[in-house]
């Protein structure tokens, strides 16, 4: 039931993750970060089978700035969104493959636009302007569906984030701790706000 | 339920006309009964030919990558354009060999040919048998309710701007039945000088 969800405003992306670290019935952790900085302008968010989130997440960060450091330069997002898909997709058809969903949210310094994208562990990959994982999204999407414009300002775009998690609050059966809300825009990632 | 060219939803349909073909898809893609995207194209363009992918989301993606790169590789060796009736057995070909393990999809090649100027549409199973037709072929979600209507509304020697209209008209009342289908429309209608592609608003629901 963890919370991740993204949404895309005129000059940034907005990313929305739980702080409830859940197994079973019980609640480990109340500050657990969901999210990994892949690159300058690319976050990473992810939910999924426990071990294999932190693991496959991790492999990614390391891959692409092994890539960065070898050939001095920034992969953009949708060359990093790229990369994650074909790994997911060879792994889909692996032994074990990773069972894990992700929100990739960048900033593309060439085209000077943010861009959300949305892949589950089957690797399907689509780019979208908002996007929610697992029990979020019955609840979010409906109200994105609403609130949602493309010219969003940031103050904007978080007034309908508090909207998505107030929704969630109340629907949702078990407490999720409050949020982290980060930001990615052309100056890179930033913590927003955290929420208890 | 968790039928794998049932999970993400999608149709496509392709016609031949006269001195034309014209290929059409649904925009959804989504998770069972949710929907995802509705900004999610299944028809690819390698030289002449066009192919409609349905099915397993992941496996449009994946089989769109892996014919650009065949097809840009024939190009380099051949030095000319890949025709649609070889690229439809490139298609079976490298479907058959998943044979085993195969890729979860429907596809529908159409194309002309440009040394003869005669139209070519064709269908395939997942694993990569051919079945051609010289009329219609259908694939994806709403494939039973497309195969209804262009066996209603298709007739021979179609000019490209009828041949429109009546791609439009099956896609659109096919995947109104269809709830893992819709969303909006794309069609391309092919005649041997022109491609002219025309997005189709459609209900949103």
Known sequence: MDVILGITTEKEVIVITSRAAVRGVSILKTDDDKTRVVAPHTLL?????AGDTVQFAEYIQANIQLHEMRNTTELSPPAITSFIRTQLATSLRSRKPYNVNVLVAGFDTATDKPELNWIDYLASRVKVPYAAHGYAAYYT???????????????????????CIAELKKRLPIDFKGVEIKVVDKDGVRTEKVTE | MSDPSSINGGSIVAMAGKDCVAIACDMRLGMQALTVSNDFPKIFQYNNSFIGLTGLGTDVTTLSEVFRYKVNMYNLREERDIEPETFANLVSTTLYEKRFGPYFVGPVVAGINSKSGKPYI?????????????????????????FGMCESLWEPDLEPEDLFETISQALMNAQDRDALSGWGGIVYVITKDKIVKRLLKTRQD
């Open chain 1, 45 to 49: 968010a992810y939910t999924g089978e």
């Open chain 1, 141 to 163: 999407l409906s109200l994105l569906d609403r609130w949602h414009r493309t010219d969003l300002t940031l103050a904007e775009g978080l007034e309908v984030a508090d909207m």
């Open chain 2, 122 to 146: 064709c269908g395939f199973d997942l694993i990569g048998c051919i079945n051609f037709a010289k009329d219609f072929v259908v694939g994806g979600t709403s494939s039973h309710q497309l």
